[in-house]
């Protein structure tokens, strides 16, 4: 039976009382529509008229939703229980604070009561986990994997980590909680969490509440929460040893009258106190059992462990026993000899029975000194074995740092000879680059002195540039009418060799016809041809003696002489 039944079941009775008319009989009860360890609760009902004041349902979406739970499933109804629980503390905890107006602190009640039904949620289905000191249940392990799913709570968990007071994953979980609240990041981490149910199949089992759609709801009510402003110190808290009991008392309201109102409230309230001192009761028992059960288990362990001691302790303590019989006979073997020897003695001399009796405590102190030396040898037998053993751990420890140390050799002689060798490449690299650099240098004092005289060549060249640019200025002066004479020339030429060209073509072709009549005319295209090869022969002559009388007035401008040589032999390749 989970303890949220019975708030359920009173809930559904007050709704069916508001929705009851006049004519209607109070004795109906939904008893029917809950499971059976429900129905036990049914007489609480009668002499109470207490309203859960959850969140705006009416009351037929509410039986609608336990119609749709099998009554054969309590893990169902658990999760639905602890999700209607979720909401009453959310609710209560956004109404309180919006009241008070001011920010929350670890003392709140309704905080601290939303804290205990939240880990009741994240604790329902977890899967155990089997140790040597017994099952353990932890919600820390889910909640660290939202580290991985989201890197906004790495902070809270790293922080959570460095918690000094903290050392049971318990502790670890409610801090986180706590720090994603004044984060006002939880629903977020929530739904990142719950969306990836193949990593929480791990922790929980198929049927928990964070495997089902009641987690998804849960961590849609938590949105909600972001409006609430916490100020939460957990240095002081002991967050390990507290117990998470839901108190059922905060939700409660007074509702309409009754007529048994009075002695409903009583009831119900010392049942529901019954039952949580029952439930904290059960609690501490279950940890006390738990913690007594470790150690009775550590307790087992060494008596078998003094048991074996004791074996040894038993052998050694026979051995010792043999010993001492064996010195005592013979001792006794010794005294009956010298008894002997006394007797006979007695009646011939007093004073060998003087001797006899100084032997005789002689022999007796030296049985007491080997008796003395017999125990002291135990005592050193026992410190030599504890010595040995101390020894023996010593020495396995020393062995273990041995091969450690060993390794730690290997590896250093290794990355030794690493270093060997890359020192020397590195020697040869410098070699290299250090004949490369003298070469470099050698072929950069070259290149200065090249650069030098390429700097006076440049100059020069720069001088006769200017010179050369002004005697072609001055030659353009000169000479540029009689250049475009010349062209001028030239040009008619080609004229006059295009026209003898076209003629030769006409009188070709009539030497290909065979006239007669034609013969006269090729004699005067003969001549014709005769006079204008004359004629260029003529202007070749000229064009020469021209370049002479150019090459003989600028004899000092021989730049101004290369342009004329270039025009003329120009003009010449042209005719």
């Given at each position: 039976?989970?303890?949220?039944?019975?708030?359920?079941?009173?809930?559904?009775?007050?709704?069916?009382?508001?929705?009851?008319?006049?004519?209607?009989?109070?004795?109906?009860?939904?008893?029917?529509?809950?499971?059976?360890?429900?129905?036990?609760?049914?007489?609480?009902?009668?002499?109470?008229?207490?309203?859960i004041?959850?969140?705006?349902?009416?009351?037929?979406?509410?039986?609608?939703?336990?119609?749709?739970?099998?009554?054969?499933?309590?893990?169902?109804i658990?999760r639905?229980?602890?999700?209607?629980?979720?909401?009453?503390?959310?609710?209560?905890?956004?109404?309180?604070?919006?009241?008070l107006?001011?920010?929350?602190?670890?003392d709140?009640?309704?905080?601290?009561?939303?804290?205990?039904?939240?880990?009741h949620?994240?604790?329902?289905?977890?899967?155990?986990?089997?140790?040597?000191?017994?099952?353990?249940?932890?919600?820390?392990?889910?909640?660290?994997?939202?580290?991985?799913?989201?890197?906004?709570?790495?902070?809270?968990?790293?922080?959570?980590?460095?918690?000094?007071?903290?050392?049971?994953?318990?502790g670890?979980?409610?801090?986180?909680?706590?720090?994603?609240?004044?984060q006002?990041?939880?629903?977020?981490?929530?739904?990142?969490?719950?969306?990836?149910?193949?990593?929480?199949?791990?922790?929980?089992?198929?049927?928990?509440?964070?495997?089902?759609?009641?987690?998804?709801?849960i961590?849609g009510?938590?949105?909600?929460?972001?409006?609430?402003?916490?100020?939460?110190?957990?240095?002081?808290?002991?967050?390990?040893?507290?117990?998470?009991?839901?108190?059922?008392?905060?939700?409660?309201?007074?509702?309409?009258?009754?007529?048994?109102?009075?002695?409903?409230?009583?009831q119900?309230?010392?049942?529901?106190?019954?039952?949580?001192?029952?439930?904290?009761l059960?609690?501490?028992?279950?940890?006390?059992?738990?913690?007594?059960?470790?150690?009775?288990?550590?307790?087992?362990?060494?008596?078998?462990?003094?048991?074996?001691?004791?074996?040894?302790?038993?052998?050694?303590?026979?051995?010792?026993?043999?010993?001492?019989?064996?010195?005592?006979?013979?001792?006794?073997?010794?005294?009956?000899?010298?008894?002997?020897?006394?007797?006979?003695?007695?009646?011939?001399?007093?004073?060998?029975?003087?001797?006899?009796?100084?032997?005789l405590?002689?022999?007796?102190?030296?049985?007491?000194?080997?008796?003395?030396?017999?125990?002291?040898?135990?005592?050193?037998?026992?410190?030599?074995?504890?010595?040995?053993?101390?020894?023996?751990?010593?020495?396995?420890?020393?062995?273990?740092?041995?091969?450690?140390?060993?390794?730690?050799?290997?590896?250093?002689?290794?990355?030794?000879?690493?270093?060997?060798?890359?020192?020397?490449?590195?020697?040869?690299?410098?070699?290299?680059?250090?004949?490369?650099?003298?070469?470099?240098?050698?072929?950069?004092?070259?290149?200065?002195?090249?650069?030098?005289q390429?700097?006076?060549?440049?100059?020069?060249?720069?001088?006769?540039?200017?010179?050369?640019?002004?005697?072609?200025?001055?030659?353009?002066?000169?000479?540029?009418?009689?250049?475009?004479?010349?062209?001028?020339?030239?040009?008619?030429?080609?004229?006059?060799?295009?026209?003898?060209?076209?003629?030769?073509?006409?009188?070709?072709?009539?030497?290909?016809?065979?006239?007669?009549?034609?013969?006269?005319?090729?004699?005067?295209?003969?001549?014709?041809?005769?006079?204008?090869?004359?004629?260029?022969?003529?202007?070749k002559?000229?064009?020469?003696?021209?370049?002479?009388?150019?090459?003989?007035?600028?004899?000092?401008?021989?730049?101004?002489?290369?342009?004329?040589?270039?025009?003329?032999?120009?003009?010449?390749?042209?005719?």
């Amino acid at each position: 039976m989970c303890p949220a039944d019975i708030f359920l079941y009173c809930h559904i009775q007050t709704l069916l009382h508001s929705y009851q008319g006049p004519n209607m009989s109070h004795e109906i009860t939904p008893h029917i529509l809950l499971p059976r360890p429900a129905r036990m609760f049914l007489h609480l009902d009668k002499c109470t008229h207490r309203l859960i004041d959850m969140f705006v349902y009416s009351w037929m979406s509410f039986l609608t939703v336990l119609l749709a739970l099998d009554p054969k499933d309590p893990i169902a109804i658990e999760r639905l229980n602890l999700m209607n629980m979720a909401k009453l503390s959310i609710k209560g905890l956004i109404e309180s604070a919006l009241n008070l107006g001011r920010t929350l602190d670890s003392d709140y009640a309704p905080l601290q009561q939303f804290f205990v039904v939240m880990e009741h949620c994240l604790k329902h289905g977890l899967k155990t986990k089997k140790t040597f000191l017994g099952q353990n249940k932890s919600f820390w392990g889910p909640l660290e994997l939202v580290e991985k799913l989201t890197p906004e709570a790495g902070e809270i968990t790293a922080s959570v980590k460095d918690l000094p007071g903290l050392k049971t994953p318990i502790g670890r979980g409610r801090a986180w909680l706590r720090l994603a609240l004044m984060q006002k990041k939880l629903s977020d981490y929530m739904k990142t969490l719950i969306n990836r149910k193949d990593l929480l199949s791990e922790f929980y089992e198929a049927n928990a509440l964070m495997m089902e759609e009641e987690g998804a709801v849960i961590a849609g009510l938590l949105v909600g929460l972001n409006v609430i402003d916490a100020n939460l110190c957990m240095k002081g808290e002991d967050l390990d040893s507290q117990v998470g009991v839901i108190d059922f008392s905060m939700y409660l309201k007074d509702g309409g009258p009754s007529v048994k109102s009075t002695e409903g409230d009583g009831q119900i309230t010392a049942i529901l106190d019954q039952k949580n001192y029952v439930e904290e009761l059960n609690r501490h028992l279950s940890a006390s059992v738990n913690n007594l059960q470790a150690k009775v288990d550590a307790l087992e362990k060494s008596n078998t462990k003094l048991t074996e001691e004791l074996a040894v302790a038993n052998n050694r303590i026979i051995t010792l026993q043999e010993d001492v019989e064996r010195v005592k006979e013979e001792s006794s073997q010794l005294l009956e000899s010298t008894c002997k020897v006394v007797k006979a003695d007695l009646s011939a001399d007093g004073q060998i029975l003087g001797e006899a009796r100084k032997q005789l405590k002689e022999e007796t102190r030296l049985r007491l000194d080997a008796e003395k030396e017999l125990e002291l040898h135990i005592g050193m037998k026992q410190e030599m074995e504890v010595s040995m053993k101390m020894l023996e751990k010593d020495i396995c420890e020393k062995q273990d740092a041995l091969l450690a140390l060993r390794q730690q050799l290997e590896e250093l002689r290794k990355l030794n000879q690493e270093l060997s060798v890359k020192s020397q490449n590195s020697d040869a690299a410098m070699k290299q680059k250090s004949e490369i650099i003298s070469r470099l240098d050698e072929t950069a004092n070259q290149m200065v002195g090249t650069i030098k005289q390429l700097e006076l060549r440049s100059r020069q060249a720069e001088r006769e540039r200017d010179l050369a640019n002004e005697a072609n200025r001055l030659f353009k002066q000169e000479f540029g009418d009689k250049i475009e004479s010349l062209y001028l020339e030239v040009e008619k030429l080609k004229r006059q060799r295009s026209h003898l060209e076209m003629e030769l073509r006409k009188e070709k072709e009539r030497k290909s016809g065979f006239y007669p009549d034609s013969l006269p005319e090729e004699k005067r295209n003969f001549t014709t041809q005769r006079e204008v090869r004359f004629e260029i022969e003529e202007m070749k002559k000229v064009l020469y003696l021209k370049y002479i009388v150019c090459d003989n007035t600028n004899s000092t401008q021989h730049t101004g002489g290369i342009c004329t040589t270039v025009v003329l032999l120009n003009a010449e390749h042209r005719f």
